[in-house]
Nanobody
């Protein structure tokens, strides 16, 4: 089994910063892409940013220039640095990872439990 545990969410004022972390643990042979998604009340879950195993990144237009995704492969951890936060960034943030538990099996996507980010004055 593989577990993803997020941390770093909370309440922040507009213009502030937060850094989310997501650590993967368990029976891990290799991790391919990792990513951050968010879901605001009444809205569908959307991709915020993703990063491949070799460090190539992709991010949603509304967060470009404000959010930065990174990863530490030695720690099986992905980060999301969020700067210049806006009220519309308020959501539950989820991380995911494509994990191979055994060399011979296909990659499977695992999700964290989510962490609340609230941007409000």
């Amino acid at each position: 089994q593989v577990q993803l545990v997020e941390s770093g969410g909370g309440l922040v004022q507009p213009g502030g910063s937060l850094r989310l972390s997501c650590a993967a643990s368990g029976s891990i042979f290799r991790i391919n892409a990792m990513g951050w998604y968010r879901q605001a009340p009444g809205k569908q879950r959307e991709l915020v940013a993703s990063i491949t195993s070799d460090g190539s990144t992709n991010s949603e237009d509304s967060v470009k220039g404000r959010f930065t995704i990174s990863r530490d492969n030695a720690k099986n951890t992905v980060y999301l640095q969020m700067n210049s936060l806006k009220p519309e960034d308020t959501a539950v943030y989820y991380c995911n990872a494509a994990v191979k538990t055994v060399w011979s099996t296909p990659y499977k996507t695992y999700w964290g439990q989510g962490t609340q980010v609230t941007v409000s004055s």
